[in-house]
DNA sequence: ATATTCATGTAACAAGTTACATGATTAG
DNA sequence: CTAATCATGTAACTTGTTACATGAATAT
């Protein structure tokens, strides 16, 4: 059921087409949520049929011809209701989680090259969110930021996720210096 | 996928039976992994028909009958299978996280109490986890523990889940300032 | 008395994934 | 010349959620 808030809260940055939105919700660029294009789509059909976006058919010159949405009332109000309303506990569901796991019975060399690969897109994403925070800071220091700014959410999301992917990152480090120290006994 | 390796890693603690296990994938205790107890129930039902558990069922004196799980060889090769292959990108999906990002359409005093209830939430799970890592340790440090214990994998996951529950923490401490400065203005 | 725990399950539904398709354009 | 990008979609499938049911035992 998110995912269609998270659709709408997308929009309050501005109005985009389904392309536009299958990038921002792609999993090595996502920091809140994340859905395939299939899935968006799916549920941007929804979000239409439902009347919480207005959807303009825009011909392009050498491109296919996209559909660029944008939050309306109806949607704005539904966004709103859902936003001021308890939120469900945070499920943990993490594959790399599970192999780390059974680390004990995997083979160490291969689960060493898998945890050393994930550290490498944590990495990324890592340096992609702090790109994306000094465009959204933009000179200005944090405090000063979040006083003039007319939005912080997107701020203070950004933030958990620069935490998150930092804490990936770590704990990949520890993780490979552990399974290191264990393969020379 | 992975709540069937999710399962099998489990197993690998020790035996246990379906509503035990419901226990360890309860999403307040969960930290690797988390699913509801029909889920677990269906994919029991597979792993034994797939023949990658033994299952014993345990008549008891005044509990009702228990099926109890044991990993057995088969069960044992397709997880150290599983834990060898690469790891899927780790998708972020945050109920929390899309209201924070939805913060300035909210009813801001609504969103006030649901990151505060949320707060309450990540302090009593890193209160367990801490909980669950003295009983791990049992005394020793941690340098001696990852020298001599025969198994890391479930330590090193609980050392993710505590740092995860401690960022959740100190985010939703960030956040509350943040909106109570916000509602001032 | 009532709620919670133990222990399992069925049924129906919603959400998420994978594979594939189209067809033009531009970058290496 | 091949791969990636733009832009959307269909179909089939697997996972995850919600609601409900059973029935005894124990805790408040």
Redesign the interface.
Known sequence: M?LR??L???L?EGDASGYELSKVFD??S?????GTPQQLYRELDRLERDGLVDVEVVPQERRPTKKVLSLNEAG?AA??A??????????????????????????ID??L??VT??AD?FRAKLRLFERVRERMLDGRDEETY?RES?????F??L???L??ER??L??SE??IA??T??RAR
């Not at 859902?82 to 083979?107: E, F, H």
């Open positions: 998110s808030f998270a709408l809260a997308a309050l999993v090595s996502a920091h809140f949520w994340s704005r966004l709103r859902y936003a001021s309303a308890p939120a469900r506990a945070q499920a943990i569901r993490s594959d790399l989680m599970v192999k780390v796991q059974a680390a004990d019975v995997a083979d291969d689960l090259a898998t690969q994930q897109e979040l007319d939005r912080v959410g997107p203070l999301t933030e958990r996720g935490a998150f804490e990936n770590a704990w520890r993780v552990v399974l120290a264990r």
